[in-house]
């Protein structure tokens, strides 16, 4: 079974960094791509960034452009989130998606980012 464990979260004050991660249970290799998704309180869940495994093109949600970077750790079967100049509305709770090569769709627990002063 897929597993999907992420870290890295916290409360960081504006203007700070956090690196989350996300480590599949498998090889990162049986995907076809993986992202990150956020849901702030009492809104939907969106994407913010994901990434292709095989080729590593890379997709961002306009409003983290420039301040966000996703990759990939293939040896540690891993996806890294890197937010830089993080800002308020970054609040939410942030959750690793796989996308299988057989079509299925998988969700990590989540991880809680608050950014505050």
């Known amino acids: 079974q897929v597993q999907l464990v992420e870290s890295g979260g916290g409360l960081v004050q504006p203007g700070g960094s956090l690196r989350l991660s996300c480590a599949a249970s498998?090889?990162?290799?049986?995907?076809?791509?993986m992202g990150w998704y956020r849901q702030p309180p009492g809104k939907q869940r969106d994407l913010v960034a994901d990434?292709?495994?095989?080729?590593?093109?890379?997709n961002y949600a306009d409003s983290v452009k420039g301040r966000f970077t996703i990759s990939k750790d293939s040896a540690k079967n891993t996806v890294h989130l890197q937010m830089n100049d993080l800002k308020p509305e970054d609040t939410a709770v942030y959750y690793c998606?796989?996308?299988?090569?057989?079509?299925?769709?998988?969700w990590g627990q989540g991880t809680q980012v608050t950014v505050s002063s």
């Open positions: 498998g090889s990162i290799f049986d995907f076809k791509t």
């Open positions: 998606k796989a996308d299988h090569q057989w079509g299925t769709t998988h």
């Open positions: 990434i292709t495994i095989l080729g590593g093109s890379t």
